[in-house]
């Protein structure tokens, strides 16, 4: 999968437009976390999409074409065998292409202005990881030390990270994921991590000459936590 850039720019366009589901779904989730922060080409794929579908968002939405103008888009969006062409290319304008005549696959939850702050951070943690010795980490169960599902993506010198969740699953009831930083003795609240389908992404600021560990805990809901919960994951940081 690392060198087929031909599936990758496939699930790369159905992520930018919220159109995976199941095992596909899970497979761009995987591309996103292990193979993109690493690849300029992928990089640059994944901002140029983000940033398509987030203006087409911004648009009102669309009317369904009648039958006969729906017959003729899509007779000329059929391949026409023309040479040349890269598949990069020709996925781009097919997503442009989908978006025009079937409208924007978006929840129905999330407003344009969502989407915009999604698109946002993307960008952000890609162009932070290019920075000069920028890593990115698995946080671990805190019972049993397995990969969890959320990175961290950090750098030398940097006054902040980023913590990544990939398909998070919901706490207990009535709990929220907290985000903790510390130095084994003393520990810093350092807000909410979002749950849900897809990848979220939040910027932690950090002072590393006084941490070195960040922690994911449940914490009560509305609550202003003086010391942490329930450690889910953790990770050095």
């Known amino acids: 999968m690392a060198d087929d850039h031909e599936r990758i720019d496939e699930l790369i366009a159905g992520y930018a437009l919220r159109a995976l589901d199941g095992d596909d779904a899970a497979e761009a989730e995987r591309v996103l976390t292990d193979h993109v922060p690493g690849c300029d080409r992928c990089r640059r794929t994944l901002i140029d999409l983000s940033n398509t579908v987030a203006d087409l968002g911004l648009v009102p939405p669309p009317l369904d074409p009648p039958d006969l103008l729906l017959a003729r888009l899509q007779r000329e969006l059929e391949p026409r065998g023309r040479r040349g062409v890269s598949r990069r290319t020709a996925v781009a304008a097919g997503v442009v292409a989908a978006v025009v005549v079937a409208g924007l696959t978006l929840s129905q939850t999330m407003q344009a202005s969502d989407l915009r702050q999604r698109n946002r951070l993307v960008n952000e943690v890609l162009e932070y990881i290019q920075r000069p010795g920028a890593s990115t980490d698995r946080l671990v169960e805190a019972e049993t030390s397995d990969a969890a599902p959320m990175s961290e993506v950090t750098a ?60 994911v805990t449940l914490e009560e809901r509305n ?15």
């Open 223 to 237: 609550a202003e936590p003086d010391r942490p919960g329930t450690v889910v994951w953790q990770a050095a940081a």
């Open 156 to 215: 030398p010198e940097a006054g902040h990270f980023y913590l990544l969740g990939t398909n998070l699953p919901p706490p207990p009831r009535g709990t929220v994921y907290g985000i903790w930083l510390s130095d084994g003795v003393e520990s810093v609240f350092a807000g909410i991590f979002p749950w849900g389908p897809g990848v979220r992404i939040v910027n932690v600021p950090f002072d590393r000459a006084r941490f070195d560990r960040v922690l």
